[in-house]
């Protein structure tokens, strides 16, 4: 019999290992090179397992990306909290936590990730809602042009930094977050 028929079935823990797994998997060779059985693998789980967690591949992508959302809003939330000055607040966040994820490079699950986001409607969906609903939220704060384009040019740093053969230098990354944030220090409209 094997390890995984013999264990205490905790489902909370198997289902954070699949994710886990898979976020690595598509951090490391794509999410093309993702399949149900490797990903199972690592895991330590049978397919079967993983199945009873995620219907299947797409299932699974659409999950882990959910997660790395789960993770990109608690990080923002955080930076918020530690951010005293109100306007442009949830913009600043925002910079911050992409230009984290920028130094990380493609070596980041979200680089596989939302290189398939813009090929996949159902990513693109999850990926929309997310934003609309931080928008919506913070629109007392974070809603001057001037604050949208620092976090649309956000986005494009970090995809400029994708694309790059060895991304972009450090020392303009920090030029370019620095002068992204003080975009984000003006007064919304009323």
Same mark, same amino acid.
């Given at each position: 019999?094997?390890?995984?028929?013999?264990?205490?079935?905790?489902?909370?823990?198997? %289902?954070?290992? /699949?994710?886990?797994?898979?976020?690595?998997?598509?951090?490391? !060779? =794509?999410?093309?090179?993702?399949? &149900?059985?490797?990903?199972?693998?690592?895991?330590?789980?049978?397919?079967?397992?993983?199945?009873?967690?995620?219907?299947?591949?797409?299932?699974?992508?659409?999950?882990?990306?959910?997660?790395?959302?789960?993770?990109?809003?608690?990080e923002i939330d955080r930076l918020i909290e530690n951010d005293t000055a109100s306007p442009g607040r949830f913009? %600043?966040?925002? /910079?911050?936590?992409?230009?984290?994820?920028?130094?990380?490079? !493609? =070596?980041?699950?979200?680089?596989? &990730?939302?290189?398939?986001?813009?090929?996949?409607?159902?990513?693109?969906?999850?990926?929309?809602?997310?934003?609309?609903?931080?928008?919506?939220?913070?629109a007392d704060t974070d809603n001057h042009p001037a604050q949208q384009i620092a976090r649309y040019a956000a986005?494009?740093?970090?995809?400029?930094?994708?694309?790059?053969?060895?991304?972009?230098?450090?020392?303009?990354?920090e030029r370019l977050r620095m002068e992204l944030r003080k975009m984000t220090e003006i007064e919304a409209p009323?």
């Amino acid at each position: 019999m094997s390890q995984a028929h013999r264990r205490e079935k905790q489902p909370e823990q198997v %289902r954070r290992s /699949i994710l886990d797994q898979a976020a690595r998997s598509a951090a490391e !060779a =794509g999410l093309s090179a993702i399949t &149900l059985q490797s990903v199972a693998a690592s895991a330590a789980v049978t397919k079967g397992g993983l199945l009873h967690h995620f219907s299947s591949k797409q299932a699974l992508v659409e999950a882990v990306f959910a997660d790395l959302l789960a993770k990109l809003d608690d990080e923002i939330d955080r930076l918020i909290e530690n951010d005293t000055a109100s306007p442009g607040r949830f913009t %600043r966040a925002y /910079i911050e936590a992409f230009f984290q994820v920028t130094r990380e490079g !493609a =070596g980041s699950p979200w680089a596989a &990730l939302s290189v398939s986001c813009m090929n996949d409607p159902k990513l693109r969906a999850l990926w929309s809602d997310w934003m609309r609903g931080r928008i919506e939220r913070h629109a007392d704060t974070d809603n001057h042009p001037a604050q949208q384009i620092a976090r649309y040019a956000a986005d494009g740093i970090w995809l400029a930094n994708l694309m790059e053969n060895n991304g972009v230098e450090p020392q303009d990354l920090e030029r370019l977050r620095m002068e992204l944030r003080k975009m984000t220090e003006i007064e919304a409209p009323r």
